[in-house]
């Protein structure tokens, strides 16, 4: 909280009609000089004295406190720790959490539809920060990270999913590491969540995919057809998803008849992010640490490209220089280092549509484990939590879906896109430290992604990290443990928990690496290897 603000509405004179733009008042009645302006000596003399009595002693009181306190530059100030010999917090004693959207214009030539060239956009940004009640000691270090969400989940649900686990431990990634110290940043990138999908984009539910092209590109039905050139766009969404609502019985053709976006365009964002990050964190050594979630990890992987040859996107070595840290969280990896096109031609259609039930996808095992192997993996109403938030975020696909006209089930909408930039060749290049998390039991992005990626690291990167965690899925960052295989060995502690205490799950293994790996560059003490942690959250070398 800057102290101005306070300060401003408890003593000073709130702005007026009659007040600039500004919040100053106008010169009304003093003899103009030197083009019509009052002088500011004078202008602040006239001012006075049309003050009260009682309005001037309460501001000379509630200057002279507020000098008391904070010192002349305190006005001024906007950091929030506490120098000198009062009293100070060396860790956050509360977490705040607020939503704000960043300003821009979409770039000429960044997205694959012309039309939204030149369009004012905007990022909506989930923050969780730490709070100090008495102030940051000066001697504590504030660290930040930017967050980057996958494919369908928009940032505030993947990052700051509510509800307790069986321990009643908060799921929260955001506000675990907030507890620690750490600011985060969880945007919703473009076309996601809160931030803008466009009228003729997302929003339009006519742009959903329609039925497949015949023989030859030829197409039997007026209102068009479709390709796709990956399975999760799917075809004829508007047939199967959306034929009673919004769309009740018909098809449409689409007003935007390209895939939505590219890699390129979520690396703008990302930038944009980080920018933001740091001029609102202030991190100690002024930068933050840029975490990538499933797709999240291309998004990062091609923003840490050091030779992105994109000209919408010159100088990626400056970016760079802005991150301290990386951590790639179950994430895709893979396919070409450019964009390419596809042998049958990207998808066309921007819009795509995910179900309730299509969500919860993402917690599905790798072939050959149960959930009998691994009981409790599945937090009781984290799956309903998940669709309730995915629903609170997607103002629009919540009315969409279903058989029934007067009740849509909701649907959660999502960007198409075409992925690359974040392959070997990619890998092999990354500048700053990097720590690789995935669920061994992942069944939608395989394991070996993360042992391939790890490999293909520089030879010459002294500070890396491979995790593997067993009875985990792709849903890692939401799930836990019950029954006698979460107790370890008297010989054994959990990784990141105290001595003598059974492993919280999957969730409680990535906030701890997280915490460590941010603030200390390390896992488990290690700057450098790779590390299983087995069903009882116990870490082998």
């Known amino acids: 909280m800057q102290v101005i603000h306070d300060f401003g509405r408890r003593g000073m004179r709130r702005p007026s009609a009659g007040d600039a733009v500004d919040g100053s008042p106008k010169n009304d009645g003093g003899p103009p000089e030197r083009g019509g302006r009052v002088r500011p000596a004078r202008a602040l003399?006239?001012?006075?004295?049309?003050?009260?009595?009682?309005h001037r002693r309460w501001l000379v009181i509630g200057i002279c406190l507020a000098l008391g306190a904070f010192g002349a530059?305190?006005?001024?100030?906007?950091?929030?720790?506490?120098?000198?010999?009062?009293?100070?917090d060396q860790t956050p004693t509360d977490i705040t959490t607020s939503d704000y959207s960043l300003d821009f214009t979409v770039p000429g030539g960044l997205m694959p539809d012309r039309q939204f060239d030149g369009q004012k956009a905007q990022l909506h940004v989930h923050r969780v920060q730490p709070k100090y009640e008495h102030g940051r000691c000066a001697q504590t270090p504030v660290k930040a990270a930017v967050l980057i969400h996958g494919r369908t989940v928009p940032g505030p649900v993947a990052f700051d999913l509510k509800g307790a686990d069986q321990d009643h431990n908060k799921l929260s990634v955001q506000a675990g590491l907030a507890r620690a110290g750490i600011d985060t940043f969880a945007p919703s990138l473009l076309g996601y969540g809160q931030s803008t999908r466009f009228k003729e984009g997302l929003d339009n539910a006519d742009n959903a995919s329609l039925r497949a092209f015949g023989a030859g590109d030829s197409c039997a039905f007026p209102e068009g057809c479709d390709r796709t050139h990956n399975p999760v766009f799917p075809l004829d969404q508007q047939g199967t998803k959306l034929q009673t609502n919004p769309l009740a019985g018909h098809r449409y053709g689409h007003s935007s008849k390209v895939r939505f976006a590219t890699t390129d365009v979520w690396v703008r964002d990302v930038r944009q992010v980080i920018d933001d990050a740091i001029a609102k964190a202030h991190p100690t050594d002024g930068k933050v640490t840029l975490v990538g979630y499933s797709l999240g990890g291309n998004r990062v992987g091609r923003t840490l490209f050091a030779t992105n040859p994109n000209?919408?996107?010159?100088?990626?070595?400056?970016?760079?220089?802005?991150?301290?840290?990386?951590?790639?969280?179950?994430?895709?990896?893979?396919?070409?280092t450019e964009d390419k096109v596809p042998t049958n031609g990207f998808v066309s259609f921007p819009l795509t549509l995910t179900d309730r039930q299509g969500t919860f996808d993402g917690w599905k095992l790798a072939s050959g484990t149960t959930d009998q192997d691994c009981p409790g993996r599945i937090v009781n109403g984290s799956q309903d939590q998940t669709w309730k938030q995915s629903m609170q975020e997607d103002g629009r696909g919540k009315d969409w879906g279903g058989t029934d006209p007067h009740h849509p089930d909701g649907l959660n909408r999502s960007p198409t896109f075409s992925s690359y930039g974040w392959n070997n060749e990619v890998a092999g290049q990354l500048a700053v430290p990097t720590l690789v998390i995935h669920g061994i039991d992942d069944g939608v992005l395989p394991v070996t992604n993360s042992t391939t990626l790890y490999d293909h690291l520089p030879v010459t990167m002294t500070n890396k990290v491979l995790v593997q965690i067993k009875c985990a899925s792709h849903a890692l960052p939401t799930e836990g443990c019950t029954g006698d295989r979460c107790k370890p060995p008297a010989s054994e502690t959990v990784y990141g928990q105290a001595p003598d205490t059974t492993w919280a799950g999957p969730h409680a293994t990535l906030k701890a690496a997280l915490i460590e790996w941010i603030t200390k560059g390390t896992f488990d003490g290690a700057t450098t290897g790779k590390f299983t942690v087995d069903k009882s959250g116990v870490v082998h070398h």
Not at 73 to 88: E, K, T, Y
């Open 311 to 336: 000209p919408l996107l010159p100088n990626s070595p400056a970016t760079i220089a802005k991150v301290d840290r990386a951590v790639f969280l179950s994430s895709f990896f893979g396919g070409t």
């Open 73 to 88: 530059g305190g006005l001024l100030a906007v950091d929030s720790f506490r120098a000198g010999n009062g009293p100070c």
């Open 45 to 54: 003399a006239q001012w006075w004295r049309r003050r009260s009595t009682a």
